[in-house]
């Protein structure tokens, strides 16, 4: 079993930046395929973007292009996922996930789950 604790979610304004941070405290993740979705209130959970377990290839629904950007530090054993210019409909609650594939994360085949943190973007 791998915990995945999610850190970075807030409250912002339209055009604004955060980073999310995804950790798995005392188990390392690096041989997963990590990705998050978000869940905004009424809406099914959706992926957004994955990162393969070597970090080389990365996967963005088309909605974030452009904007949004994954990375992980396998010596921190932690993925992040930059957001920039913000959007009100970028509102959801974002869940880290991983799996033994980005093509997996993308089917919702998810070995793990975090615990979710909110995002609010105000117009």
């Known amino acids: 079993q791998v915990r995945l604790d999610e850190s970075g979610g807030g409250m912002v304004q339209a055009g604004d930046s955060l980073r999310l941070s995804c950790a798995a405290p005392?188990?390392?993740?690096?041989?997963?395929?990590v990705g998050w979705f978000r869940q905004a209130p009424g809406k099914e959970r959706e992926f957004v973007v994955g990162?393969?377990?070597?970090?080389?290839?990365?996967y963005y629904v088309d909605s974030v292009k452009g904007r949004f950007s994954i990375s992980r530090d396998k010596a921190k054993n932690t993925v992040y996922l930059q957001m920039n210019s913000l959007k009100p409909e970028d509102t959801a609650v974002y869940f880290c996930a991983a799996a033994a594939g980005v093509g997996d994360l993308e089917q919702y085949k998810v070995d793990f789950w975090g615990q979710g943190t909110q995002v609010t973007v105000s117009s």
């Open positions: 005392g188990r390392t993740f690096n041989s997963y395929a």
């Open positions: 990162i393969t377990w070597n970090g080389r290839s990365t």
